[in-house]
C-alpha cells in the first residue's frame, strides 16, 4: 500500500512569514491537492495538479503558491502568513477512478 | 456560500443507535463517495455509491443515491464510539472532488 507524508506535521511562523509545507506520495498518482480545512468546517480546495510541472488555482488560491517539480510531491507556499491562517492544510493524492488518498495534515499557527 | 466555508451540522447519539447523515450535491455526478475524517487525521474513503446503484452496504454502512434529487444517504446502524468523526459526502467532477460540508458525529459509549 501507499501513503502520504506532509512535513512538518505543526508549523509556527510569524505573520508576514512566508512558510512552506510539503507534501510526498508513493502511490504514483498522477494528481494531488492542497485543501485547508478551518476548525469546525469543511475543506477548502486551495490548488490542486493533474501532473508534474502543472498547477490549477482552487476555490482559495489567494495568498499561496505552489509547486509541483516531481510527480510524487507538491508544495504549498503561504506567501504571507496572516493571523486569521490557523488552520490544517490537507494534501491528498487522487487514484484513476476517483477516490482520494489524504495524508494526516499540517497544523498552521501563525504568532 | 463557497464550498467548506459552512460550519460542520453536529449530531450527538448514543452507542447502539442507528444514525443517517444526508447529503445535497450540487453538480451532476455517476458516483457519490463518503469519507470519514477522525480528530488528527486526514478524511477517508469508507463506501461509494455509482448512479447505477441505488443502495450500497458495507458492514454497518448503508449508502442511498437518489440522482433525480442529487441527493445521498449514509446510515451507520449499530453505532459505536469510535464511530465518533465527521462525515463528507464528496462527488468527483472533471478532476476536482466538491465536498459537501460534513457531519460531526458524537457517539457517546
Known amino acids: 500500500g501507499g501513503i502520504i507524508t506532509q512535513t512538518p506535521k505543526f508549523l509556527i511562523g510569524q505573520e508576514g512569514q512566508k512558510l512552506t509545507l510539503k507534501c510526498q506520495q508513493n502511490?504514483?498518482?498522477?494528481?494531488m491537492y492542497w485543501y485547508r480545512q478551518d476548525s469546525g468546517k469543511g475543506l477548502r480546495l486551495i490548488y490542486y495538479?493533474?501532473?508534474?510541472?502543472?498547477?490549477q488555482k482552487g476555490d482559495l488560491s489567494e495568498g499561496y503558491d505552489a509547486s509541483r517539480e516531481k510527480k510524487s510531491s507538491f508544495s504549498l507556499t503561504v506567501t504571507s502568513a496572516q493571523k486569521n491562517e490557523m488552520a490544517v492544510f490537507l494534501c491528498?493524492?487522487?487514484?484513476?477512478?476517483?477516490?482520494?488518498?489524504f495524508g494526516p495534515g499540517t497544523r498552521l499557527t501563525v504568532l | 456560500s463557497q464550498w467548506g466555508e459552512e460550519n460542520l451540522q453536529a449530531l450527538s447519539i448514543q452507542e447502539g443507535e442507528d444514525v443517517t447523515m444526508n447529503c445535497s450535491y450540487k453538480t451532476y455526478t455517476t458516483v457519490v463517495q463518503w469519507y470519514r475524517q477522525k480528530s488528527g487525521k486526514g478524511p477517508a474513503l469508507i463506501i461509494l455509491?455509482?448512479?447505477?446503484?441505488r443502495e450500497k452496504r458495507s458492514g454497518r454502512l448503508r449508502a442511498t443515491l437518489d440522482t433525480s434529487s442529487q441527493s445521498s444517504s449514509l446510515s451507520i446502524t449499530g453505532t459505536l464510539a469510535t464511530d465518533t468523526a465527521v462525515y463528507f459526502c464528496a462527488t468527483p467532477n472533471n478532476n476536482r472532488i466538491f465536498f459537501g460540508d460534513g457531519t460531526q458525529l458524537v457517539v457517546k459509549p
Open positions: 495538479s493533474i501532473t508534474e510541472n502543472d498547477l
Open positions: 455509491i455509482r448512479s447505477n446503484e
Open positions: 491528498a493524492s487522487r487514484t484513476g477512478v476517483g477516490e482520494q488518498y
Open positions: 502511490f504514483n498518482h498522477d494528481t
